[in-house]
Structures are given as C-alpha cells and as structure tokens.
C-alpha cells in the first residue's frame, strides 16, 4: 500500500511544531508564555510515556497454567 507523505509525516511535523512553540515562547516572555512552554514541551514526553508503556504491555510474555 502507498501512502502519501502527509500520512507517514504528520504526527512527527506536529510534535516539531509543537516542540518549536514550546522552546519560542520560553524564550520571549513570563507567565502565560512560561505556562505555554510547559504544556508544549510536556506533550512530546507524555505520548512517549504512553507509547512506551503500550509496547511494554504488548511484548510481556504470558503465562499459561494449565
């Protein structure tokens, strides 16, 4: 199956942008920027978290009683 470059390329441009958000607007003001750097920053480490616990509970061996 072919897929186009915006399927394979989308999420990963938006956690870029997202990323990039985060990092300008720690640099350019107080409060409601610092909050927004934050929030832009902590995504990307939440859905690593996420993704690392999902593969974590699907290559756990199971045990089989008889």
């Not at 996420?50 to 061996?61: H, S």
Request: charged share 15%; proline share 6%; net charge positive.
């Amino acid at each position: 199956m072919r897929r186009g470059l915006w399927l394979i390329f989308r999420w990963p441009l938006l956690l870029a942008l997202l990323s990039f958000l985060g990092l300008f607007s720690a640099l350019i003001g107080d409060e409601f920027y610092d909050l927004l750097s934050w929030l832009c920053l902590g995504v990307p480490l939440l859905l690593v978290a996420v993704v690392w616990i999902r593969m974590r509970r699907v290559n756990r061996p199971r045990l089989h009683f008889p």
